[in-house]
């Protein structure tokens, strides 16, 4: 009868058992930790007291088991909910391994031998040399030439601007991967401003030998972009675009800037930009708003619909003509990108005083004033940059270059502008006409 009775409860146990897991997720398969462990290990003696037990204690144990995986779901939800519970119960990140160096204290506090952990990398082909050797680079993100010059390019770039010791890792970002690897960071050789970092968020390798404006790709007016895919063939060689910092492909870009000295509302600003970092403008947002400017705002526009108000598209649209005259529409967008930035940078401090003096006061006068100011700076700045748009579009209509006194478009007396500038193209650029097709185009 015992016999027959556990052919019964056994399977049942166990069909419980694994609809009650499922119930609780894959994790203590996946990562066990303490509380985990603990779980399984009390709903297995339940499930497997169930198997043997009699019919009367049978259901006893099923409620038992339902109740102590209800008590385990509610707690994982909790933990979801709470840091600190989340760390009562499941424990701390330890870190035994950053930036180069390894915590030996760490291991013991883990419960970890670090030789075991060193011969473990060592027989799954991590590692081989001595202790304080190890990299997990090399472990877990092994460079190749897609990674190299895809990624680790653009951080060189960054990272040469304020340390010009990088130029030695020139080879490595080039694709070779035998070559000695960059450091995690670097220290600037000066001190940086907010303006430093924007700068850098806008650079296409200028001053390098992968500067985008020296190669025939740039065309004739020296445009620093290269249009996907990444990569293209030619007679079965297989070819790399350059990918800069600064790219088309961009949503948006920020520099958050945080000064502890001041108010908490105050303190913090996000230099906020839309599209290409190179054509966008840094506008401040402090940390405290409470309401998105219109141009910034969701719904006004989209990625289908065309907004004159909307931030993304006035960049859009501004930068999208300046991709077919780059050399020369830059220098217009530039006086306009630093005239705005530069204010912004004057201004500030008038609104860090005013708005802490009015904290002090009354904080959520002091977050209206900051939420307006932020609002009001970023639609003005879009303001600008669509009348920006307009004088591109009148300056180079039709490849022509009109002429201009004292910021004022030159007329000829009669309502229209005068004689426009003819610029054509350079000497580069006309040889590799004449090179493809200089019979046809010869004059006779």
């Known amino acids: 009868m015992d016999f027959l009775r556990a052919l019964i409860t056994a399977p049942v146990s166990i069909a419980v058992l694994f609809l009650l897991s499922k119930f609780i997720g894959n994790k203590q398969m996946s990562s066990l930790n303490l509380f985990d462990y603990i779980n399984g290990i009390t709903i297995g003696s339940?499930?497997?007291?169930?198997?043997?037990?009699?019919?009367?204690?049978?259901?006893?144990?099923?409620?038992?088991?339902?109740?102590?995986?209800?008590?385990?779901?509610?707690?994982?939800?909790?933990?979801?909910?709470?840091?600190?519970?989340?760390?009562f119960l499941t424990g701390k990140s330890i870190v035994i391994f950053d930036r180069g160096k390894l915590y030996k204290k760490n291991f013991s506090v883990a419960k970890i031998d670090i030789n075991e952990f060193l011969t473990r990398m060592r027989e799954k082909g991590y590692f081989s040399g001595r202790d304080k050797d190890f990299s997990f680079q090399k472990a877990y993100c092994p460079y190749d030439f897609s990674a190299l010059r895809g990624c680790e390019a653009r951080v060189w770039s960054f990272f040469r601007k304020y340390d010009k010791s990088m130029d030695q890792y020139m080879d490595l970002i080039k694709g070779d991967v035998m070559k000695k690897p960059m450091p995690l960071y670097v220290k600037p050789d000066r001190l940086l401003s907010v303006q430093d970092v924007q700068n850098g968020m806008r650079?296409?390798?200028?001053g390098t030998d992968l500067d985008m404006t020296k190669d025939a790709g740039a065309g004739p007016y020296k445009v620093p972009y290269r249009w996907r895919p990444m990569t293209f063939e030619?007679?079965?060689?297989?070819?790399?675009?350059?990918?800069?910092?600064?790219?088309?492909?961009?949503?948006?870009?920020?520099?958050?800037?945080?000064?502890?000295?001041?108010?908490?509302?105050?303190?913090?600003?996000?230099?906020?930009?839309?599209?290409d970092a190179d054509m966008a403008v840094f506008t401040p947002i402090y940390c405290s708003v409470t309401a998105s400017p219109e141009c910034y705002r969701v719904g006004n526009g989209d990625m289908m619909n065309f907004s004159w108000t909307s931030a993304f598209w006035i960049h859009n649209w501004v930068a999208n003509m300046a991709y077919g005259k780059y050399n020369y529409m830059i220098q217009d967008i530039r006086s306009v990108q630093q005239e705005l930035e530069n204010g912004y940078q004057q201004t500030i401090p008038a609104i860090d005083k005013a708005a802490s003096e009015l904290y002090?006061?009354?904080?959520?006068?002091?977050?209206?004033?900051?939420?307006?100011?932020?609002?009001?700076?970023?639609?003005?700045?879009?303001?600008?940059?669509?009348?920006?748009?307009?004088?591109?579009l009148v300056k180079y209509m039709d490849g022509n270059v009109k002429k201009e006194e004292n910021g004022q478009f030159k007329q000829n007396g009669y309502g229209l502008s005068e004689y426009p500038d003819f610029p054509g193209y350079d000497e580069d650029y006309y040889r590799s006409i004449v090179k493809s097709a200089g019979d046809k185009l010869k004059v006779k």
């Open 46 to 87: 339940i499930a497997a007291e169930m198997a043997t037990a009699e019919m009367s204690d049978f259901w006893a144990c099923l409620a038992a088991l339902i109740v102590y995986v209800i008590i385990v779901m509610l707690c994982s939800w909790l933990s979801q909910k709470s840091t600190m519970l989340r760390r």
């Open 203 to 206: 650079d296409h390798f200028e």
């Open 234 to 275: 030619v007679d079965g060689q297989e070819y790399t675009n350059e990918r800069a910092i600064a790219t088309q492909q961009t949503g948006f870009v920020i520099v958050p800037q945080m000064r502890n000295w001041l108010p908490d509302a105050v303190g913090g600003i996000l230099w906020f930009g839309v599209d």
């Open 360 to 392: 002090a006061k009354n904080p959520a006068e002091a977050v209206k004033f900051l939420t307006w100011f932020s609002s009001t700076t970023a639609d003005q700045a879009t303001a600008r940059w669509k009348k920006l748009g307009e004088y591109l």
